[in-house]
């Protein structure tokens, strides 16, 4: 009885070892992509945009008292600014931007400077409600904006 117990010890830390070793250097491999949020203190809503988006990349949150630098920077219209802004790889992605038009704009990589989806429509990541319409999300390239998808 003893023997099977050390045995089973044994195999036990032996799976725990190899789990480990197998868990570092997978996220070494394929480490998640760095999103940046900056967002102002009392914003509530940007906590379910984050808790997707860290489903997916590494988020890393920038609270701000004025969130209008970051807005000026990537030339964001003033009618289509929302209450957060997420850069990844060099893009902006303002608002609740459905993680699909987010994974379609880093695997196209196209010559824009970001998406947007105006307002805060319902359904939408971190927004409750229902989807009540399609969601139009624009690109904006050298401060003109044209429609990227629907979804």
Known sequence: MELNLKFIATVLVFFVIVFAVFSIISDNINPKTEAVVYKSLICGCCEGFI???????????????????????YN???????????????????????IEA????LEEKPEID???????????PGMS???????????????????????
């Open 114 to 124: 970001g998406i947007i989806l105006p307002g805060m429509p319902a359904g939408s």
């Open 76 to 98: 964001i219209p003033p009618e289509m600014e929302s209450c957060h802004t997420t850069v990844i790889n060099g893009y902006f992605i303002e608002g609740h931007v459905p």
């Open 51 to 73: 808790y997707e988006l860290k489903k997916n990349f590494n988020v890393n949150i920038k609270v701000m008292d004025d969130i209008s630098s970051i807005k000026n920077q």
């Open 102 to 105: 987010i994974n379609k704009l």
């Open 129 to 151: 409600g229902l989807k009540k319409e399609s969601f139009k999300i624009y690109s904006l390239k050298e401060g003109i904006t044209s429609e990227f998808m629907e979804i």
